[in-house]
């Protein structure tokens, strides 16, 4: 038996074929190019998964399902993406015109809860009865397994913890709000911070890193720079740990989840961005004194997790 899993992202789109042992057997890509019509981009998810069925040596009529994580809030019983911000959805029916496309069973959610169903199963959750994924990423997805369940909430839009306020009338969020830990703690957030503080600095060694181009800033360069020892890289990424950890901080003590588990392309720093959560995390969560807490860890899956977690889905 075999699934069909596909991450659909604000930069990529990402399709494997998985079986049942978890394993993704053949990939397929491509770019999602927004904004532009959902119509193209689900186009784009079937050309990716041919490729990956392709890749993986077997045929469509082998394929049982389809499941896809996507981001924004999701109707389960419709199907429909109600609501994505940084894809510009507004109830697309994602579920009917995708269904239409490959003319098999489509299951979809919300590509963070996708990725912690994923980390549960097969990756860093493994075993553990609770979990909380985050994804740092273009914005900050993030997924809640209580109990071995994903939290859906009543209008599947549960679980979107990228849109807490951590600062009253801060940052514009293209949600509608200010102050989302997503505008602080996100991949572009921080490629927004390096920016801010290279205009700052004219002679910080991150200028260098980038040729000169401040339009090459990416989410490695203030890190980069930190590990060479610049002053103001250290700045930026001690204050962009410290966004990242309050934001984790609220959901220690909203759910004391077995494990909260850290990806996006970030998390790649490992313990240069997870010990200093941690330890943020120990000194300012409420249950401090508890004898039991919950672990801060890498996610292990990296990218993959939102591809087996899609698959995993069956309703």
């Excluded at 588990?261 to 200093?276: H, L, Q, T």
Aim: charged share 20%.
């Amino acid at each position: 038996m075999y699934r069909i899993g596909i991450d659909l992202g604000g930069t990529n789109i990402s399709a494997g074929v998985v079986n049942e042992k978890n394993e993704i057997l053949g990939r397929g890509a491509a770019k999602t190019k927004i904004p532009r019509a959902a119509e193209l981009i689900f186009d784009d998810m079937k050309a990716a998964s041919l490729e990956a069925v392709k890749n993986a040596g077997i045929t469509m009529d082998q394929v049982e399902s389809v499941g896809v994580g996507a981001p924004g809030s999701i109707n389960k019983s419709n199907g429909y993406i109600e609501f994505s911000n940084n894809m510009g959805f507004k109830n697309v029916p994602a579920k009917e015109m995708l269904e239409e496309r490959f003319g098999k069973p489509v299951y979809i959610d919300n590509d963070a809860n996708c990725a912690a169903l994923g980390e549960a199963v097969a990756g860093a959750g493994n075993g553990a009865k609770s979990v909380v994924a985050i994804t740092l990423g273009t914005g900050v997805g993030s997924g809640i397994i209580v109990d071995g369940k994903l939290i859906n909430g009543i209008n599947g839009a549960a679980g979107e913890m990228g849109h807490m306020v951590i600062a009253v009338d801060g940052e514009q969020c293209n949600c509608g709000r200010k102050g989302c830990w997503e505008r602080y703690a996100s991949a572009t957030a921080l490629i927004s911070q390096t920016k801010a503080a290279m205009l700052e600095d004219k002679g910080s060694l991150m200028w260098e890193l980038v040729d000169g181009d401040i339009n090459k800033v990416g989410g490695r360069t203030s890190f980069d720079a930190w590990r060479k020892g610049d002053k103001t890289a250290t700045e930026v990424v001690n204050r962009y740990i410290y966004y990242v950890a309050v934001g984790i901080i609220n959901i220690v003590n909203t759910f004391q989840p077995d494990v909260v588990c850290v990806g996006g392309g970030i998390s790649n720093e490992g313990d240069n961005i997870i010990k200093p959560i941690s330890e943020h995390v120990a000194r300012e969560r409420y249950s401090k004194y508890a004898a039991v807490q919950s672990k801060i860890v890498k996610a292990q899956l990296g990218n993959d997790a939102g591809i087996i977690g899609a698959a995993l889905l069956n309703e």
